[in-house]
């Protein structure tokens, strides 16, 4: 059975500084596999924020000629990015094919 985009609970979509992300206009948004880091898999935490960093900076560079890119790296100390969280590839996949059906411009790393 094909997986359903993932939905994401809001507390999970909380960035750390929720004034300041909400005052940003551009957010970088990284979504991690939740299931990496729980067993069987059980990734150390190292190996996902690992993850997490390839995949902001595969969006950065293959979106480098993009005006909002760099926009968003002029904002140098003050760039946002809010990290979510996928359950599983499947949702992670689902939510790749959701961006593309509606033209969002994102990296699947």
Same mark, same amino acid.
């Given at each position: 059975? *094909?997986?359903? @985009?993932?939905?994401? =609970?809001?507390?999970?979509? #909380?960035?750390?500084?929720?004034? /300041? +992300?909400? %005052? !940003? &206009?551009?957010?970088?948004?990284?979504?991690?596999?939740?299931?990496? *880091?729980?067993? @069987?898999?059980?990734? =150390?935490?190292?190996?996902? #924020?690992?993850?997490?960093?390839? /995949? +902001?900076? %595969? !969006? &950065?560079?293959?979106?480098?000629?993009?005006?909002?890119?760099?926009?968003?790296?002029?904002?140098?100390?003050?760039?946002?990015?809010?990290?979510?969280?996928?359950?599983?590839?499947?949702?992670?996949?689902?939510?790749?094919?959701?961006?593309?059906?509606?033209?969002?411009?994102?990296?699947?790393?």
């Amino acid at each position: 059975a *094909a997986a359903s @985009p993932a939905v994401l =609970p809001a507390a999970r979509a #909380v960035p750390y500084n929720m004034a /300041a +992300a909400t %005052a !940003a &206009v551009l957010v970088q948004y990284v979504v991690l596999r939740g299931d990496l *880091a729980r067993p @069987p898999l059980s990734w =150390p935490l190292g190996a996902v #924020v690992a993850q997490g960093c390839h /995949a +902001a900076l %595969a !969006a &950065v560079h293959g979106y480098r000629e993009h005006p909002d890119t760099g926009a968003y790296l002029e904002q140098g100390g003050a760039m946002r990015t809010v990290v979510l969280e996928a359950p599983d590839e499947n949702s992670l996949l689902g939510l790749a094919e959701l961006l593309r059906a509606k033209g969002v411009d994102h990296r699947l790393w």
